[in-house]
C-alpha cells in the first residue's frame, strides 16, 4: 500500500512581489523514503512552514521540483491540475493543537475523511476503529474530545491524519504541548505507522526530547536545507 517517497530539488517561493517581495524559500533540497520519518528544524522565520504549506499544496512554489513517488507535483511554474485532490487524497496533516471536531465523538472524528472520499459509513468506522487500536486509544471510541487527555487527543488527531491512508504525512510541532514521555510516545507511534502503512513523514519540530530520535535530520536556514546524520535513537 502507498509507498510513495517524496523528493524535492531546487524549490523556491517568493511572497509578493517588487519591492515587498520576501524570498521564503531559495533552495530546498530533501528527499524521504516511503516508511522513512526526518526531522524538519530551523529557526524562527527560516521557512519550515512555508515548506510545509508548499509540500501539502496548501499553496504553490514559485520554482523547482517535487515529485510524489514517480508522479512529477511541480516542475518550474508547471503544477498537476487537481492540487486540491492531492492535498485531500494523499497528504494527511497533524498539527501542534489536535483540533477534533468537538461535537463528533472520537471514531467519527477519525471516520469523517474516508466518508467524505465516499468511503461507506460503516467501513470508515471500521478503518478508523483499527486505527484508534493501533494507537492506543481504542477503548475512548466513544468519547468525546473534550474527554480526552492531551496526548489522547493528539493520538485521534494522528489516526485522523492516517484515516486515508496517506502516502506522505505532514507534522507542524506536533508534540509541543507534550509532556517527555508523551512525546516520545507520540514519535514512536509515527515511526511505527510509517513502517506499518509505508508513509513518509516529515516533523517540524524545535523540541529537544524528540530531536534525538530521527535517523536523518534537514536543517533549514534563510530558505535553504542541509542534510545531516541524526542519532537515531529508538526509544
Ligand atoms: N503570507 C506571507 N506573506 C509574506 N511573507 C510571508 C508570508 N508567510 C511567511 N512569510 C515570510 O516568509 C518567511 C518564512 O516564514 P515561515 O512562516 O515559513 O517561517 P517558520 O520557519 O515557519 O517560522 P516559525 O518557526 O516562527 O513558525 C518569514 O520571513 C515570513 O515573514
Ligand atoms: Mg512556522
Known sequence: MNGFGIHIEGLRKRY?????AVDALKDINMTVAPGEVVGLIGPSGSGKSTLLKCLGAV???????MTLGNEI???DGWKIPDLGALRRDRIGFVFQAPYLIPFLDVT???????MLAGIS???SRKRALELLDALDVGHRAKAQPSQLSGGEQQRVAIARALANQPPVILADEPTAPLDSERALSV???LNQMAQQYNTAIIVVTHDEKIIPTFKRIYHIRDGRTFAEGGEGKIL
Open 59 to 65: 499553496i504553490e512554489p514559485s520554482g523547482g521540483r
Open 108 to 114: 467519527d472524528n477519525v471516520a469523517l475523511l474516508p
Open 73 to 75: 507535483i511541480y516542475n
Open 16 to 20: 509578493g512581489e517588487g519591492d515587498a
Open 121 to 123: 459509513n460503516g467501513q
Open 187 to 189: 514519535i514512536r507511534i
